[in-house]
């Protein structure tokens, strides 16, 4: 999948030492919900378990061919949202040099076409914390309603709640989202 800016391909191998650039980057992982590496071995084993999941792909910037964050849904993952039955979680990321660029977007757009063309999933369900307000305008962007707000335990990482905020897209109502 490609616009004329980025590509969304499946992880490699070699690109641990990209992931790791971006993905070590404290204000990057906790966005998302996840510690920062602390190795490119880390990020290796990552590309090779969290993201050998066939529906997450690199987001790669073509004018330099490097990985600078991810992109995906997944259709079966145990998650503490009001999901329904069957609806896939959306997740992404971005290196902190790529943001505000509109890369998100963009990417977001391409996955979510193919998996109207590809799927017969009818709805989405994503999430954001509300400390991370960029992250939901990408979702809305892209045809994403908020639903409500949830608090999920985030101890591990942070040592308390964060509230996020859930959001829908339903894929036949897309028709006229910015393409």
Avoid at 11 to 25: F, I, P, T
Avoid at 59 to 88: F, Q
């Amino acid at each position: 999948m490609q616009t004329d800016r980025i590509l969304l391909r499946h992880w490699y191998d070699s690109d641990a030492e990209a992931l790791y650039k971006y993905a070590s980057d404290p204000d990057v992982g906790m966005r998302a919900g996840w510690p920062p590496h602390k190795s490119v071995e880390e990020s290796l084993e990552i590309i090779r378990t969290v993201f050998a999941i066939p529906t997450i792909w690199a987001i790669v910037l073509k004018e330099t061919s490097e990985p600078i964050g991810c992109m995906g849904y997944m259709p079966e993952w145990e998650m503490n949202l009001p999901a329904r039955d069957g609806e896939p979680l959306v997740g992404y990321w971005i290196g902190k040099p790529h943001w505000n660029k509109g890369i998100c977007t963009e990417a977001l757009q391409l996955m979510l076409d193919h998996i109207h063309r590809e799927t017969n999933y009818t709805s989405l369900i994503g999430s954001h914390y509300i400390d991370n307000p960029a992250s939901g305008r990408v979702m809305k962007k892209c045809g994403f309603k908020a639903t409500g707000e949830t608090a999920i335990d985030e101890e591990q990482y942070s040592g308390n709640n964060h509230v996020m905020r859930i959001m829908r897209c339903e894929l036949q109502l897309r028709k006229g989202v910015i393409s």
